[in-house]
């Protein structure tokens, strides 16, 4: 999955005197899809997810789309966990009411710890829940773009939040330097 296309691209098609078929290509299109992926996944998720991502973009090129949403709710539910885990070292975390609540009650109650955009999109998870359990392929499929975008968005959030926050370090740390 890590290769580069070099820019050439190769099908292969089947021709009868009805139809043209494409029965297949070089790189594949789950090679492709996941090339296409922003480097802020490379530096946001940890292997284990990178793999789970790249296992979701590869069913969605081969139509699987209930099978995809099973590993972007589990890089979903890994970005909710992360926070979760920060949130809990605070001496003010209610961790009863964390444990008692669903999905997007748990988003709101660790607001402070995850990106604005998946505070106001809560309701992400709903989709990838009913993708599992009340949709078929097609709908899955046709909801995929939509789902990793929003945790691409969520990433990216959380990197420019990292970036923010070192140069602000740093900028406290040139100022304390220059006043001693």
């Known amino acids: 999955m890590s290769s580069k296309c070099s820019g050439q691209l190769d099908f292969c098609f089947y021709k009868n005197a009805n139809e043209l078929i494409k029965i297949g290509q070089y790189p594949s299109k789950a090679t ?8 802020v996944f490379s530096k946001e998720l940890d292997s284990l997810y990178r793999d789970e991502l790249g296992r979701a ?3 969605r ?4 789309g209930v099978g995809s949403f099973v590993y972007l709710r589990r890089i ?4 909710v966990d992360e926070a979760h885990q920060v949130a809990k070292k605070n001496n003010d975390w209610d961790e009863k009411a964390y444990q ?13 710890q995850l990106p604005n955009r ?6 992400l998870y709903g989709i990838l829940s009913k993708g599992i359990h009340e949709l078929d392929e097609e709908e899955c499929l046709a909801h995929f773009d ?6 691409k968005m969520i990433l990216k959030e959380r990197h420019e939040k990292k970036e923010y926050d070192k140069i602000l370090n740093d900028l406290n740390n040139t100022a304390s ?3 001693d």
């Open 76 to 79: 979903f539910e890994n970005l």
């Open 57 to 59: 973009v590869g069913l």
């Open 118 to 123: 998946l505070v106001k999109n809560s309701n």
């Open 32 to 39: 492709l899809d996941f090339n296409s992926l922003d480097e």
């Open 100 to 112: 008692e609540s669903r999905m997007p009650e748990k988003i709101n109650l660790l607001s402070h």
């Open 61 to 64: 090129a081969h139509g699987v």
């Open 146 to 151: 939509l789902v990793l975008e929003a945790i």
């Open 177 to 179: 330097d220059i006043e």
